[in-house]
């Protein structure tokens, strides 16, 4: 994961907005994608933008992406103690599919 | 729709046998698999990509004839660690991708420890 990088932590309390970062180097990048994953478990995917995109709102979640900085942002509104997980940021690049992740940022949810 | 599921979920195995891991699209038909390990509080490292009916693609520095990959229908892949050793401990996770949306779904995992 060391060409995709995220902040390792976030803490915030039940109810607000949570802002997860990531950035990537490779500007070949097709699509990028954000992935769940809770304890002991396999992953979730959430949401996905292609890279000629700037933004994508899907409920509660909203990706950001700045292609030029190379910075992609997941925002959870109404942060619930349900989504305290990891998240892992991922790009795939050409056509080959496979997916190169970020380190994850483990988020947790106060009461 | 979109699950995938492995087994076991858990293994714990003595050092020096072998431990296979199956991969499964349960209701769709998955073209490629991708073999993921997972150290504790890491990312994911993919290992190898698995097409069906033709031989693994294996990413730089893992070992071919330590984790063998067989992708024998649309809808199962295994991975088979040989002559396991304790530094083979760790989490993997396959994932399968449909042909439509290139998008890649998740197994939930399994968890190998070798004594």
């Known amino acids: 994961g060391e060409d995709v990088e995220q902040s390792l932590f976030l803490s915030v309390r039940e109810g607000d907005s949570s802002v997860i970062n990531c950035t990537y180097t490779?500007?070949?990048?097709?699509?990028l994608y954000w992935y769940k994953q809770e304890p002991g478990a396999g992953l979730q995917l959430l949401t996905y933008i292609f890279s000629n995109m700037d933004m994508k709102q899907d409920q509660r979640l909203t990706v950001l992406l700045n292609k030029k900085d190379k910075h992609l942002s997941l925002r959870i509104a109404d942060t619930q103690t349900g989504d305290s997980a990891i998240y892992f940021c991922?790009?795939?690049?050409?056509?080959?599919?496979?997916?190169?992740f970020g380190s994850g940022t483990r988020l947790l949810v106060r009461p | 729709g979109a699950v995938v599921s492995q087994h076991p979920s858990r293994v714990i195995c003595k050092s020096g046998t072998s431990v296979k891991i199956e991969c499964r699209s349960l209701d769709f038909q998955a073209t490629t698999m991708f073999w993921y390990r997972q150290f504790p509080k890491k990312s994911l490292m993919l290992m190898a990509t698995?097409?069906?009916?033709?031989?693994?693609?294996?990413e730089q520095g893992v070992e071919k004839d330590k984790f063998l990959i067989n992708h024998a229908s649309l809808t199962l892949s295994t991975l088979t660690v040989t002559s396991a050793h304790p530094e083979d401990s760790s989490f993997y996770i396959c994932s399968a991708m449909t042909g439509i949306q290139e998008t890649q779904y998740f197994g939930p995992g399994t968890r190998l420890l070798v004594l």
């Open positions: 991922a790009e795939s690049r050409d056509s080959s599919y496979k997916l190169i």
């Open positions: 698995s097409n069906e009916g033709s031989k693994a693609t294996y």
């Open positions: 490779d500007s070949s990048s097709t699509y």
